[in-house]
């Protein structure tokens, strides 16, 4: 049945049927989240990082409606150029699907087809989450709740204060999904390592979280883990700077009348122009990073499944 809609690459298939490490990775990074060619050469470099890591990438997308689990350097490529690639989630899969159309997948849709794929370990640079004054607009993205549903360790650098990382932080709690810091006390606001929020449980080593992810889902407790990995301390930003534009991109949203889908890309690209730069080459260091770390936690989760 799945056959009908999923394209497993021959690497990536190979690997899993022999209990190998694979990492997926996600792609709206790649056409929503940053510019070209830049994309296109991080999601390049990300994928060499997890093979040097031990581990098979498997960059995930939808091409003219087949769900694609690991993708040839020429649909990289496609993806990092196209213009009229739809931010997917997981109310656009069906209709991306039947109407056969590209979709970049987000955190959400990137779980869900590795989940279907039967791959646990994910790399990105940020989860979606709740967004500040959802009070009031109820915009909260559907990764937490992908997350509180889907079996999938997402790595990534924490949250980005676009969002409200408290209220992320409580809608993660009630839904039952662990965050765990990676050699540190404290959630990462992406750009920076601190974001004055603790984390719940903090692990030092990759073989420490794989045997937790192995007891969460020995035991039946469905649902992802953020494993919040800060970005090393060389490549984090000033924080005066980095919030000067982050509030300045979220009072221009407001105005704009900005809503729905487009905020967080909307947001991502504001925030980037605002800071000249220096965010996108962050931005670029944190995901290498979070690619390495989630290679290695394939490694070790894959012994504890032999
Ligand atoms: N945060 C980032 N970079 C990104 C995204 C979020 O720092 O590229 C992307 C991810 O694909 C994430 C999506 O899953 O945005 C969340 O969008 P929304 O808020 O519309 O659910
Ligand atoms: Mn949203």
């Not at 967004?131 to 909260?140: N, W």
């Not at 729905?260 to 991502?268: C, N, Q, S």
Request: hydrophobic share 40%.
């Amino acid at each position: 049945m799945l056959e009908r809609y999923l394209d497993i690459k021959p690497d990536v298939s190979e690997a899993l049927k022999k209990g190998k490490p694979v990492v997926a990775l996600e792609s709206t990074i790649i056409s929503h989240g940053m510019p070209y060619p830049k994309n296109v050469e991080t999601a390049l470099n990300v994928e060499k990082i997890v093979r040097e890591n031990g581990a098979v990438p498997a960059t995930i997308a939808i091409l003219e409606g087949r769900l694609k689990v690991g993708l040839s350097e020429n649909e990289i490529e496609y993806l990092g150029k196209a213009r009229d690639v739809v931010k997917t989630s997981r109310r656009d899969i069906p209709f991306i699907v039947s109407k056969k159309l590209d979709g970049a997948t987000t955190v959400a849709s990137t779980m869900i087809i590795a989940a279907l794929a039967g791959i646990k370990v994910f790399a990105t640079g940020g989860i979606g989450g709740v967004h500040r004054g959802a009070q009031e607009t109820f915009d909260i993205s559907a990764d937490l709740q992908e997350l509180a549903q889907t079996n999938v360790a997402v790595v990534c650098a924490g949250a980005k204060s676009i969002l409200d990382i408290g209220l992320t932080l409580e809608y993660l709690e009630t839904n039952g999904v662990p965050v765990v810091g990676y050699g540190t006390d404290e959630f990462p606001a992406f750009y920076t390592r601190k974001s004055g929020h603790k984390v719940d449980y903090r692990v030092d080593r990759a073989e420490e979280l794989a045997a937790t992810l192995k007891a969460k889902w020995d035991l039946g407790l469905n649902g992802g883990v953020v494993v919040a990995n800060p970005i090393p301390e060389e490549y984090e930003m000033n924080y005066d700077v980095i919030t000067k534009a982050i509030n300045d991109a979220v009072i221009e949203a407001e105005a704009k009348g900005i809503r729905g889908k487009e905020t967080t890309p909307f947001l991502l690209a504001r925030v980037k122009e605002l800071t000249g730069g220096d965010s996108l080459e962050s931005n670029i260091a944190l995901v290498y990073n979070n690619a390495k770390i989630a290679a290695q936690l394939s490694v070790e989760l894959v012994k504890l499944y032999k």
